[in-house]
């Protein structure tokens, strides 16, 4: 089954550290992913997805096919990036069509200043 | 432009009662999509819907059902509610097919008692 995983309900780091969010996925074929984030009293949002290859707020995610992860990196926290964020997988149907985003739990970053 | 807009915003029922939560996309979006996210179990996938036909259905009992509407605003219908169905209860739309980015709702708070 297609699954995606965030080992960590929660990360703390300080201002100006750098910051890994864990996300592994379970899928046999090419996977599409995103990483969305909701800020305190605001919607979920989209923050980047892989195929886009940009950097979002700095943030930057690359796929590793062979590890299975999708991890969301920045070199220097801010601590305006507490936030929630969600890792995602597009649900691949039958017949290979593409279905519904399949989110992780989530993990809730905090910056400390 | 408005974005996608769910009433109620909150909702106290008995166990047993039946709800209705509604849905409006974003103008231009063809597809719906319903997720439920429970204290602890993130964001859990309930229900698609494109050009008015349901296109795949998450892990949930029947008594969990929906539609959309020709002008492409959903309903989500929860029969014999009970006390574990208290959750926050998120919509949102797509442009059209799946891998274009999801927008998200503040969704509905509903507490059964």
């Known amino acids: 089954a297609q699954r995606v995983t965030q080992p960590e309900k929660l990360l703390s780091v300080f201002k100006g550290a750098p910051v890994e969010l864990k996300c592994n996925y379970s899928?046999?074929?090419?996977?599409?992913l995103f990483w969305y984030v909701q800020y305190s009293r605001q919607r979920l949002q989209l923050l980047l997805r892989?195929?886009s290859r940009e950097s979002i707020k700095g943030f930057t995610a690359d796929l590793n096919k062979g590890e299975t992860s999708f991890h969301l990196k920045k070199p220097f926290a801010q601590e305006e990036d507490s936030a929630m964020y969600y890792c995602?997988?597009?649900?691949?149907?039958?017949?290979?069509?593409?279905?519904?985003?399949?989110f992780g739990k989530g993990t809730k970053l905090s910056v400390k200043p | 432009e408005a974005g996608v807009t769910q009433s109620p915003t909150h909702l106290i029922k008995t166990r047993g009662q039946q709800v209705t939560l509604r849905c409006s996309p974003i103008?231009?979006?063809?597809?719906v999509y319903w997720y439920q996210q429970a204290l602890g179990l993130g964001l859990q996938f309930l229900l698609w819907?494109?050009?008015?036909?349901?296109?795949n259905r998450g892990n949930f009992p029947p008594r969990f059902s929906g539609r959309q509407f020709p002008n492409y605003s959903s309903e989500l219908n929860v029969n014999a509610l009970e006390l574990e169905d208290s959750a926050l209860y998120l919509c949102?739309?797509?442009?059209?097919?799946?891998?274009?980015?999801?927008?998200f709702g503040q969704g509905t708070r509903l507490t059964v008692v």
């Open positions: 949102a739309s797509s442009r059209d097919r799946p891998g274009t980015e999801a927008f």
């Open positions: 899928y046999s074929g090419s996977p599409e």
């Open positions: 892989h195929i």
């Open positions: 995602a997988l597009i649900n691949c149907l039958k017949r290979g069509s593409q279905g519904n985003l399949i």
């Open positions: 103008s231009g979006h063809t597809s």
């Open positions: 819907y494109d050009e008015g036909e349901e296109r």
